[in-house]
């Protein structure tokens, strides 16, 4: 019992250390055509791709009903934004713009609540990197100090899909101990027996070959005690790169996938008007937040004489349409529709 006591708190001392925090999980930097507010929407709405396909786990994430309203509805979700003032580095187009954007954390994730879809949250376990590069038929183990675009291209991917990567040391004794044959061979047990000074729990193999422009890769994947091996057909090093770092993220997301919550919210837009003021607009967010039911509310704009804002809320549409009158600070404008989510509702202005 005891030496099981003594296991158990060794596996959580090395999870504790091969799992860190990502930062900036729902931020990401994008090519916007220009800095004009013709080609934002199209920046944003790329920028949360890249968000959701970090966060998101399953095939086909891009094609889920609930993402798609998400994607159209992209600006709503936007917390913060900023373009970039050094030159274009897109060439033949001196206008384009680098613009990074943050998106509201706590509105998407209770918007994709409802989806019933499955996340990887910001704690992430971190993942070898051993990398043979091979070019005019000489192979050499990578260095990030002699190899700048290969370095370059893999900040980028593990950036893009939030993988934490750890880099062997290559010390004296390791140069020695582990060669490239051992790395590409197909029997890995002197790779792993290596690779266990780093206390991870995922090995990433790989090979990018070059020949003219176009790359290639092969990948193999240690996790789980179990092999996986996919390959990068023949393109620019950033898409090969990404390619191979995409198989990460689907293995090791599938198994550290969270559950949503089965007691899910739901969402709805209301319609209010005789918000003619700012403390009149901060009167209602602040009485939309106070109500019990209600988990967030968000304004998300106007509309003719109405302010819009977008509600999620534990429990039916008809328990909600009664919180929001119950205290006299809201009242119905159009009673005679049987159909809640058609009703409108007014202020009602306090005498002073």
Known sequence: MFFSVILLCLTLYCQSLIAIEVNRL?????????ASLKHRPAAIQQALKIVLTRILVGPHILDNATVQGILADSEYYVREFQYSLA????????HARL??????EKLLVDTLRPGQLQFWNEIRTRTLLWLVIEEHGKRQFFDARFMPEVDAAIIKAA???????LYPMRDLKEQRILSISDVLSAYPAHLLAVSLRYDVVSTLAGKLSKKDQCWTAEWTLYFDHKITQWYSPCGLIDAITLHGFQGVYDYLSTYYAVKPNTQALASTIIK????NSISALERVSDYLESLAIVSTANWIGQQGKYN???LFFLGKQGQLSHQLIKDAVLTTENTSGKNNNNVSYQLILTVH
């Open 272 to 275: 209010i008007t005789n918000i």
């Open 26 to 34: 729902y931020e990401a930097a994008v090519m916007a055509e220009s």
């Open 87 to 94: 030159p274009s580095p897109v060439k033949h187009n001196h």
């Open 308 to 310: 819009l804002y977008r």
């Open 159 to 165: 950036k893009h899909k939030a993988l934490p990567i």
């Open 99 to 104: 613009l990074r954007v943050v998106f509201n």
